[in-house]
């Protein structure tokens, strides 16, 4: 499976939107992106996935590049209880097989 | 019911202990998993279940002992566990047909102490 990229850290303003960035500059065609997050002593959840085109649920948005070797997750008004940590995870998608990197520690402040 | 449950909230064990964890989903999901979270770190996969078989081991260390004894249940059951063992052990459950795999639901998971 793919690596990924993220920033380790990011600030954002409370209703404003947060964008946090994923490279996958070795993804490969049957590949998946996922964006999980983890609230603080909480387990993971799932928040969207995409294979091209860009997706968008009741949650976030997810904006991946015409190449594929990058992505952006989208959340359009962040709130206090959207910190976390956000993992992005390239998968084939049929195996259950995620492995999650560092992540990126979104602080969403007032 | 959208919830992956797992008991206990929390255990305290010595190495020469038998343990074991508890998972269960009532959401018809047909693969389920175990993660080991260390602090600060990202949970690592340590076993798939598909369709109440072991599709995947991580090279897990035989202290450590799954079960899937039917569609809704997942059990890891703990022999001999190290100090380092120490984790959050977090249970996920998905539908489990092709990339559906990977939209994984997350029970609040198990913190264990190996004394």
């Known amino acids: 499976d793919a690596k990924t990229t993220q920033p380790t850290s990011m600030d954002c303003a409370e209703g404003r939107a947060a964008n946090l960035p994923c490279n996958h500059s070795?993804?490969?065609?049957?590949?998946?992106v996922y964006w999980y997050r983890q609230i603080h002593s909480q387990g993971p959840q799932y928040i969207i996935h995409?294979?091209?085109n860009n997706e968008t649920n009741e949650m976030a948005s997810l904006i991946i590049t015409e190449d594929r070797k990058s992505s952006t997750l989208i959340l359009p008004h962040a709130t206090l209880r959207d910190t976390a940590v956000y993992y992005c995870?390239?998968?084939?998608?049929?195996?259950?097989?995620?492995?999650f990197g560092q992540g990126t520690t979104l602080q969403v402040k007032p | 019911d959208t919830e992956v449950t797992q008991t206990p909230k929390h255990l305290v064990m010595g190495m020469t202990n038998k343990k074991s964890l508890k998972c269960e989903q009532h959401?018809?999901?047909?693969?389920m998993y175990w993660y080991k979270q260390k602090a600060k770190k990202p949970p690592e996969l340590m076993f798939v279940?598909?369709?109440?078989?072991?599709?995947i081991n991580e090279s897990v260390p035989s202290r450590f002992s799954p079960e899937c004894p039917n569609s809704s249940l997942l059990n890891l059951h703990l022999h001999a566990l190290q100090p380092e063992d120490s984790a959050l052990y977090l249970c996920?459950?998905?539908?489990?047909?092709?990339?559906?795999?990977?939209?994984?639901?997350f029970g609040p998971g198990t913190r264990l102490t190996v004394l």
């Open positions: 996920a459950s998905s539908r489990g047909e092709g990339v559906s795999y990977n939209e994984q639901f």
């Open positions: 995870i390239v998968s084939s998608g049929n195996t259950g097989k995620l492995i």
């Open positions: 959401m018809g999901h047909r693969a």
């Open positions: 070795t993804i490969s065609g049957n590949e998946y």
């Open positions: 279940y598909s369709y109440e078989k072991l599709s």
């Open positions: 995409g294979l091209k």
